[in-house]
């Protein structure tokens, strides 16, 4: 008897695996009813409607194009002189105007047909709120200016602003917060969000877009930073990995009775908190030139010019077997 070659099909199998396939095929018909069935019920999450809502890709091209305006140079693919920088910036901006008015735009009328709002131009909402984020940019380059700079005088490990700029996370963090929370500040839905998650995922430092925060403002490593919606953070504060500022715990059913109140610290000028610290609470104050050490539960207030450390924990050194 003559044998196939391994490379020759086998037309009975083929036809079987053909059959197998639109058996599994019409097993799937039924699931897609019924995940129709659940949306149209109200038992999922859906937005499908006729109000699209704003783009994630768009949001993170503004932030992208936004950034090559706050720091001209040192993030574009073309090469910037002081001949072309005027053309450059221009064409920028001009681009982001149109992209973020479109997707702020989107999210107001959004809120609005889905929460059943009173009408408000969302259409002129987007190109005010646009034209104000861009207004802005020249104070968020000085804020920026002093973050880099505070990071520089504070990490004998950075040789230089530009090694910061470039590859810092913190300073990533902080731009991004800083964008975001100024679109919180005149209410954009969604928008601020979006930026401040995606940048969580990117540098894993979550800041919400909400929270209040002053000049010279360093996360020095910053991975498995937490900063709540409600925190206020003075000047020349500078925080290290792994640090949360956070809320207490709310029991079940009582959500909605704290919603809007201050529930995470305030953290005064000048305060250093090292790594692995938590801080706690609305009430709680982290008085100015305070030092926290590492590791710390903190959920009461802490008077300025004092420096709070876990006590050192007793070590154990055995020999190894056989040593």
């Not at 010279?216 to 990995?241: L, S």
């Not at 029991?251 to 919603?259: K, L, M, S, W």
């Not at 006590?311 to 190894?320: A, N, T």
Request: glycine fraction near 8%; proline fraction near 6%.
């Amino acid at each position: 008897m003559t044998m196939k070659k391994n490379h020759e099909p086998d037309p009975g199998r083929c036809k079987t695996d053909a059959r197998s396939c639109s058996d599994y095929r019409r097993r799937i018909a039924p699931v897609i009813d019924s995940i129709i069935a659940q949306c149209r019920d109200m038992r999922c999450h859906a937005a499908a409607d006729e109000e699209q809502l704003p783009s994630r890709e768009a949001v993170i091209t503004i932030l992208h194009r936004l950034r090559d305006v706050l720091f001209p140079g040192y993030f574009n693919s073309e090469k910037i002189d002081p001949v072309n920088l005027g053309f450059h910036v221009g064409r920028t901006v001009s681009d982001v105007f149109d992209v973020l008015a479109e997707q702020i735009r989107r999210g107001i009328r959004h809120d609005c047909f889905k929460y059943d709002l009173p009408c408000t131009d969302c259409k002129q909402r987007g190109f005010e709120h646009a034209a104000a984020l861009l207004e802005s940019i020249p104070e968020l380059q000085n804020l920026l200016e002093k973050d880099v700079l505070a990071t520089m005088d504070g990490d004998p490990a950075a040789r230089s602003t530009d090694e910061i700029i470039f590859s810092y996370p913190g300073i990533f963090a902080v731009m991004v917060y800083r964008i975001a929370n100024r679109l919180w500040r005149m209410d954009v839905p969604l928008l601020p969000r979006m930026m401040s998650e995606y940048v969580h995922g990117k540098t894993g430092i979550d800041i919400h877009p909400g929270a209040a925060i002053g000049e010279r403002f360093v996360i020095d490593h910053g991975t498995g930073v937490v900063i709540g919606e409600t925190a206020v953070i003075g000047n020349n504060v500078r925080i290290y990995q792994g640090v949360t500022i956070g809320a207490l715990s709310v029991p079940a059913g009582h959500i909605a009775e704290i919603r809007g109140k201050k529930r995470h610290p305030t953290i005064e000028d000048d305060v250093i908190i090292y790594s692995g610290a938590t801080i706690l609470g609305g009430d709680t104050i982290i008085g100015a030139r305070c030092v926290i050490g590492g590791n710390v539960w903190i959920t009461s207030s802490v008077p300025a010019d004092t420096s709070v450390m876990m006590e050192s924990p007793r070590l154990i050194y055995r020999k190894q077997p056989g040593d």
